[in-house]
């Protein structure tokens, strides 16, 4: 009998609970905290850690976390709700269809090659901006062209939210992973930069050709070209020159979404509000007019709310692990073992240990700013290069992200595309211990030459 996972707000509920009966297993124990100027966030002291009163999370409670969830979310969920109804206005116009018939048209006989041409403007975004919830709201139009082209729902998503997922990973700046990991190892910023991208192209062209590998055992030729065209989108005509401007609005906004990120320290209400402006720009230029423009806005936010719902759900196991007091329980479960370990074991431990704690704390740069501190000190104790703990951490959480369910961008972007979850375990779980793999012989390779 094939096994069959819930659906995912019963598996996220189901980790809900689960998190608030870990509250009566596990001890309740704490780090101290301290401002960390370097970074702006509140970072545990290392070496602080000690029991503390026990706190249980009951079933009710347990449930009222969930709302709660939404709330601690709720800069994340809004901009999903934005980008969606933006990227909703933009499909109403035609353009992103008429943009996928050109694109299949020029492919012709060559169509495998949509694969890297797609994969490596998403693996830029997980590189300079850990690019993940703003890939929902394009999910739709990825299997628009991988139909057209014969290929199923798991290579949309394997040549956007894969590769974004793989460039967060390796990233030699990604703000919110190996930035912040470096200025909490007091290391130089983009430092072992070169080294990184090395391994990253490695890591990059591996995911790409596997997932060639796998739309060409998969492709069905019978479907090709039968995806139907939406209304307001000939499929026998090409892309208009409105068209050409409604895709420089688009590539306007991702651009000054990115430089808001790296040089005046945005976050997700400034993306939110950039890219709602967008959607209304793009929706007047486009004839939409004010009434059509809302109505797509409001069908954007309906097409959204299951995802919304997703990460929220996702944020409540956390919030119950917090409240339970165990977070910092599992991370010094965790990481004290490696002590007695040599250099190179210690090293893979520490990737083994992030992953594990990337469940429960799915935020990679909640993850940065908690384990971090804790394992600095234990680096410099075993004679570590602090460079290696850095890639540790990233190959360890940022490749988490893959398969956690825990993530709740992952899920709402299986659920847009309708792919169940255990399939897409099934796809990516080779896939994950390749990159593993790679990330493994990145950090044998670190420790041979003394990365520093």
Excluded at 331 to 355: D, I, K, R, Y
Excluded at 405 to 429: C, F, H, Q
């Amino acid at each position: 009998m094939k096994l069959r996972v819930p659906h995912p707000l019963v598996l996220l509920t189901a980790g809900v609970i689960l998190a608030a009966a870990a509250s009566y297993v596990l001890p309740a124990g704490e780090y101290e905290r301290r401002d960390d100027q370097a970074t702006g966030r509140v970072v545990v002291v290392a070496g602080t850690y000690e029991e503390v009163e026990p706190n249980p999370v009951n079933l009710f409670e347990a449930m009222v976390a969930l709302p709660r969830g939404m709330i601690d979310a709720a800069d994340i969920i809004f901009l999903v709700f934005l980008i969606g109804g933006a990227f909703t206005v933009v499909d109403a116009t035609g353009a992103l269809r008429r943009g996928v018939t050109s694109l299949t048209r020029a492919l012709q006989g060559r169509d495998l090659l949509i694969i890297p041409v797609v994969a490596v403007p998403f693996a830029i975004g997980g590189v300079v901006q850990n690019l993940q919830e703003e890939i929902i709201p394009l999910i739709p139009v990825l299997l628009i062209l991988t139909r057209r082209l014969g290929f199923n729902a798991m290579v949309a998503v394997a040549m956007s939210a894969g590769a974004a997922f793989v460039g967060s990973a390796f990233s030699p700046i990604n703000p919110f992973q190996v930035a912040i990991a470096q200025q909490l190892a007091e290391l130089p910023l983009a430092s072992g930069a070169l080294f990184r991208i090395v391994f990253l192209l490695i890591a990059l062209g591996f995911w790409v050709a596997m997932t060639m590998r796998y739309a060409h055992r998969t492709r069905d030729r019978s479907r090709a070209g039968s995806e139907e065209p939406a209304e307001g989108a000939d499929s026998s005509e090409g892309v208009r020159v409105s068209d050409l401007g409604i895709f420089g609005l688009v590539g306007a906004a991702f651009l000054l979404a990115v430089i808001g990120m790296l040089l005046w320290g945005w976050g997700f209400n400034e993306l939110s509000a950039a890219f709602f402006i967008m959607g209304v720009i793009v929706g007047l230029l486009a004839g939409l007019g004010v009434g059509g423009t809302t109505e797509a806005y409001l069908r954007g936010f309906r097409e959204m709310t299951f995802a919304a719902l997703l990460i929220g759900f996702a944020r409540a196991i956390y919030v119950v692990l917090q409240d339970g007091r165990v977070v910092d329980t599992i991370v010094h479960g965790l990481f004290t073992p490696l002590e007695g370990l040599p250099v190179l074991a210690s090293a893979f431990g520490m990737v083994a240990a992030q992953a594990a704690i990337h469940v429960p704390v799915p935020s990679v740069s909640g993850q940065a700013v908690l384990t971090m501190p804790v394992l600095v000190p234990l680096s410099d104790l075993l004679g570590m290069s602090r460079q290696v703990t850095v890639l540790a951490y990233q190959y360890g959480a940022g490749l988490c992200e893959l398969l956690t369910p825990t993530n709740g961008a992952l899920m709402a972007i299986l659920a847009s595309a309708k792919i169940r979850y255990e399939d897409w375990i099934r796809y990516v779980g080779p896939l994950y211990l390749g990159l593993v793999a790679i990330g493994m012989v990145a950090i044998w390779v670190a420790l041979g030459i003394g990365l520093q």
